[in-house]
């Protein structure tokens, strides 16, 4: 019964989903909307509240346990509670349920997203310049006829974007294009059809029960 | 053997400073570079400028803070071009995370227009001529949900108010009511956009993304399935160029200042990686 009714829950929504992309059916069309504007939305806030949920137990039990970087995890936690707090009572623009301004300084979500987030964020991502260069010159070597050709079309790529590729030759940044737009897609044409092809056959068995792991058990 | 040991075995503490130098120095002393604007950009530019006077221009602010730097110019650009020339905008986020750059984007370009504005026919006003959506849970919900009733899905907008109470929204009731649709995203989202609701609504959807994916969303533009495809800094660049050039927007081009700094920086590291090579092959040859 256990695996039952959630293996017959899905198959009823996999078609479901299914249907009204083929049937105009005002019936059909309607039920759908139906399941998307209420069940869903109402399924999708519990997930949200299941998946922080499941994220602090991960981490009180990393921490209990005394895992790897368990440091962290306190930080997390931390983050979360202090973030909650002035969410929920501070609001988002300091329109919370109490006065939460300090002179200038207001306690709300958007002193926290633009002070805390936008630059810890960006920052992340900065450093990623400095990692990619230093791995390009240790990594980015010409060994085979295919990494030369990996190499020099990655050249011809970066120049061709930049103004200076326009410098060195008017036809680098339409060369660039060009790879990009033939012998690119080609490529990626093939792995876009292979992916929705795998996509479509595991939805395929997991709307026919076939395939059981995210059941939990594996395949049994 | 001294040569190739320098050539290969570059401390990475030096390879760091040379980089930061090509990047800072830029920036310190910004002077906007002229790019050529390619077909893609151009094509974007054009799939908005011809959205008719009675349809929307939606524009979905997908990207986080780690991303903003290429796509908050396409956001400001796009924002500016339909401001200038009087198109409807709806504005939304799928994720909660980019709500903050959204709104700092609309508060920023409203606030350029109505500072220059002399009547109130002029003006950007809330309800009568923009709206901003917000969020709402579950971004496939919403790409599918606005194709029959975007009052129904957004019940309430950003600010909370009913949005089915604003004069724009009385007139845009769903996709059909909607010229194009911007994605402006770090992820696989404008890929969404057509999957659910171009295919089933017919929306044309134009798409802003970072550098390093592009080259996933190439066939979507060679199929058609994309009216436009903005890519990093240069495709803001681009678009700035654009709206400069025909519409006469004067404002600060960030894309286009920021782009020395992105030319150094990648000759830095092509410099690098030449060095390397030089390195590698001069071992082999010795081996």
Redesign the interface.
Known sequence: MKRTIPLFLVFIFGIMGIIP?IIPNPIV?GTD?FV??NL??IL??FA?ILGLGSLLKVHMDKIRRRRQNWGYSWVLIISFIITSIIGLFGGVAGTGILPTTIGSFSFDV?TI??NV??????T??ALL??F???A???A????STEATLL?ASA?IV??G????G?RISPHL?SFA?WI??VP??AG??GI?LGVALGALATALKIILGIERSWLGGGGE | MKIIEILTK?D?RI??LI??IA?IVPLLFPSP????V??PVEKFYYAIDKIPEEKALIVDFDY??????ELDPMGFAILRHAFKKRIKVLVLSLYV?PL?LARNALTQVVAEFNSAAQTNADSIIYGRDYVFLGW???PI?AM??MG?SIT??YKVDYYGNKTDTLPLMKQIKNYNNVGLLASLSGSDIPKYWVMYAQ??FGLKVGAGVT?VS???F??Y??TGQFSGLM??M?GAAEYEEMIEKNLNIKSRKKASES?PA??Y??????I??V???IG??IKRRKK
Do not use: C, D
């Open positions: 992309f069309q909307e998307r504007n869903l939305k999708a806030a949200l958007w997203y633009f987030e936008v630059p810890l964020g960006s992340m991502f310049a400095f990619m260069a230093s390009a010159y240790r980015f070597r010409a060994r190499l050249f970066m120049l974007v930049l103004p200076l326009e940044p294009q990009m737009e690119n897609v990626q044409r876009l | 570059i990475r390879i760091y980089l930061l990047v570079e002229k790019v050529r390619m077909p986080a803070p780690q991303t903003a730097p995370q903050g709402q849970v579950g919900l599918l949900s029959e129904n899905f295919n089933r550098a592009a080259s996933e190439y066939p533009l060679q890519i990093g240069r782009l992105l030319t920086a990648h000759l830095v590291m092509i690098f990686i060095i390397g090579n590698y092959f």
